[in-house]
């Protein structure tokens, strides 16, 4: 019994990273400036999740003191997501995606100032092959180039990303993830708002298909399934299987995009990668 409860764990983790996957070929397929694709996606995703937790009696209610942490984590994912969706349209799938993946590492770096945990010197080797790592993925460090300013972005929206995590880190064994995910949405929806009024609604309609994949796939299923699963792993093993997100990701583009990562997309990549999953498995062997 423990077993299959295990494996059907195991399994809503993998589907949540293949559903967040896709936002790597649905940022570059819809063709609408990022703030407004990212509004839309938050709206859309807020409604589903406000059905599915009328739908199964989730309660939206938020200690007072949890309030104030839980709405800061809603500006820092759509900070990610707007910066993140940058790094996309300015260059490819391969990049946007390898370069946020540089959050592991930097979460590493932040935990110890946030959390007063002690800092580890290995980090310090980590964070070298990262960089290494995103050697290879610029072509050139000139900011006039589109592939270094999306690099930039994307590590960028990977910090972001690391503050939002070890925001949540300690709310989610309380809280139901399509509950959180609400607030967090709604925070981006709000804010994003003012942009959805000055597009053509002609215009935004006929992207219906990329937005709906968007809010239903990625973020209301995705990124529910995602932080549901910090309460059934540690967080080492979620960031070990997560790191077949840009492999997930550079698969659908090449499907649906017809991008192929360049050789040094690749090599970049494997470094990056490399670092997560060593990180990973250390930590995990620390813990046995």
């Avoid at 707007?82 to 391969?94: I, P, R």
């Avoid at 946030?114 to 290995?122: E, N, R, V």
């Avoid at 092959?129 to 990977?158: C, Q, W």
């Avoid at 698969?251 to 090599?267: G, K, M």
Wanted: charged residues 10%; proline residues 3%; aromatic residues 10%.
């Amino acid at each position: 019994m423990k077993n299959n409860t295990h494996l059907k764990h195991l399994l809503e983790l993998n589907i949540a990273m293949l559903f967040i996957s896709t936002s790597g070929a649905l940022g570059r397929y819809v063709d609408l400036p990022v703030p407004v694709i990212i509004g839309a996606r938050s709206l859309l995703a807020l409604l589903f999740l406000l059905l599915f937790c009328k739908w199964k009696g989730i309660t939206l209610k938020v200690d007072k003191k949890h309030l104030l942490p839980v709405l800061i984590s809603g500006v820092l994912i759509g900070v990610h997501w707007v910066t993140y969706f940058y790094a996309l349209k300015l260059s490819n799938v391969a990049i946007g995606m390898i370069s946020i993946f540089t959050y592991p590492i930097i979460t590493a770096f932040l935990e110890p100032i946030l959390l007063k945990t002690k800092f580890q010197k290995i980090h310090l080797l980590l964070a070298l092959l990262v960089l290494l790592g995103i050697y290879f993925l610029v072509p050139s460090f000139n900011i006039e180039n589109n592939y270094t300013v999306a690099v930039i972005f994307g590590v960028s929206s990977a910090i972001v990303y690391s503050l939002r995590n070890i925001l949540l880190k300690t709310k989610v064994a309380s809280y139901n993830g399509s509950m959180l995910m609400c607030y967090q949405l709604a925070v981006v929806s709000i804010v994003l708002l003012p942009f959805l009024f000055n597009v053509n609604t002609s215009i935004l309609f006929s992207q219906w298909k990329g937005l709906i994949a968007l809010a239903l796939l990625t973020t209301a299923i995705g990124h529910t399934l995602f932080l549901n699963s910090f309460k059934n792993f540690s967080i080492t093993t979620v960031s070990i299987l997560s790191s077949v997100q840009p492999v997930f990701g550079i698969t659908i583009a090449f499907f649906l995009l017809n991008e192929t990562p360049t050789i040094n997309t690749i090599i970049g990549g494997v470094l990056i990668l490399s670092s997560v999953i060593i990180e990973s498995i250390r930590s995990s062997k620390k813990k046995i």
